[in-house]
């Protein structure tokens, strides 16, 4: 005999088997890096309408032979990556991103880049830096650190909470935006940008707390000796 499934037990098994896959976030590891060296863009893209991206074979901070990214612009200056960046930065508690900026462009207030680092979450929503921070046009590397803590971070589109985005980015997002206050979309900025050299920087859990965890397991064991 043929047996009949309740259908709002097949509605509950679809719901949770989604809300598991919509917590599947694969982990940022600590100190990833992408450095451009094996001639490719390493992901970074600045979608189908921007500037195409160039790998440049010398020139970044380590000098010849050094690789980096230039992002050129006519509109907008951007570029984000949807494959090793997307994903949950508190697994490893990756709360910082260093990067090495070089702004080539000639010496006038309108070149002058400020930037910000942007996560996107699964649903659209922004966080971007609450500060931006300058890359001055003296054609010279300049290693940025962005945080990534709430504290540091503006929400300019609707939609996901902090936690949600931070365990689980859609995207990250480097853009010049020179706004008194952070924007949902940047600024204009007519040029070019070299980036390289970006680095996922994992904090240090507080001493503190790795003691209590320490003292915590110490005591398990003892117990469980004791029982035995």
Not at 9 to 37: E, N
Not at 215 to 227: M, P
């Amino acid at each position: 005999m043929r047996r009949v499934v309740p259908l709002f037990l097949v509605s509950g098994f679809v719901l949770i088997a989604a809300c598991g896959f919509a917590r599947a976030a694969t982990p940022i590891p600590a100190s990833q890096k992408d450095t451009f060296q094996d001639g490719t863009a390493d992901n970074w893209t600045n979608g189908p309408s921007g500037d195409p991206l160039q790998v440049i074979a010398n020139g970044g901070p380590a000098g010849a032979g050094d690789q980096y990214l230039k992002i050129t612009s006519s509109s907008h200056l951007a570029t984000f990556n949807l494959t090793q960046w997307a994903g949950d930065y508190t697994a490893n508690n990756v709360m910082d991103i260093g990067v090495d900026f070089l702004n080539p462009n000639a010496n006038t207030a309108d070149h002058i880049a400020m930037m910000r680092i942007v996560l996107f979450g699964q649903s659209g929503s922004r966080w971007t830096s609450t500060n931006a921070v300058t890359v001055p046009t003296d054609n010279t590397w300049h290693h940025l650190v962005f945080s990534l803590r709430q504290s540091d971070l503006t929400q300019v589109v609707a939609g996901d909470t902090y936690a949600s985005v931070i365990g689980n980015a859609e995207r990250l997002m480097f853009r010049h935006d020179n706004g008194t206050i952070p924007s949902s979309g940047g600024t204009p900025f007519f040029g070019a940008l070299g980036i390289d050299n970006v680095t996922a920087i994992a904090t240090p859990e507080p001493v503190g707390l790795i003691w209590l965890i320490a003292i915590a397991t110490s005591l398990r064991r003892r117990r469980s000796r004791l029982s035995a």
